[in-house]
């Protein structure tokens, strides 16, 4: 990727997936050091009824946001359940982190890689098709956070730090 691409994806693209993965979650522990959780004051069955639709759209936003964050660093499942290389599809256009400066796969092999493999899974069946079957939580109040500390650090140590930028600015960026 040329500078131009790499500085548009460094300042929309990714920010733009960690703040729909973020939405109502509590993050101030984690390297962003934000509470991005909004409670309206729901007073009728309409306020009720349209929160409720904004909050399933945010779950299933975080689900697909996260999974995409989750293969940009390299990592998914494998058939047979063990973390492993999310490869790029060839021929294709697929991003992932290598392709910027200072960019490296985040390692699949490690436990922060290993609980990436598993909530990248728990978000593939918990959202992007329907399913019968058991899968890895997504919905511990636990899981998509460390996850999501776990992504945004690597982005951060990486990409971030050669490009001289703190993601953190971007994510909390006003429009």
Known sequence: MNPNQQDEWITKHIPHRVRAAIARLDLEKSLLRVKAVLDPILQTDTDKVYWRCAGDSIWEGRLAATRWLIEFVGIRQS???????????????????????????LDHLTDDGKLLASVWKGCSLASSHATNCH?????????????????????????????????????????
């Open 135 to 175: 899968h890895p939580s997504v919905s511990d109040q636990d899981v998509l956070p460390k996850a999501l500390a776990i992504i945004v650090k690597h982005l951060q140590d990486t990409i971030y730090q050669k490009a001289g930028k703190e993601l953190r600015d971007y994510v909390l960026e006003r429009v």
């Open 79 to 105: 058939k047979g359940g063990t973390s492993t290389v999310c490869e790029k599809r060839v021929p294709s256009e697929d991003v992932r982190i290598d392709d910027f400066d200072g960019g490296r796969l």
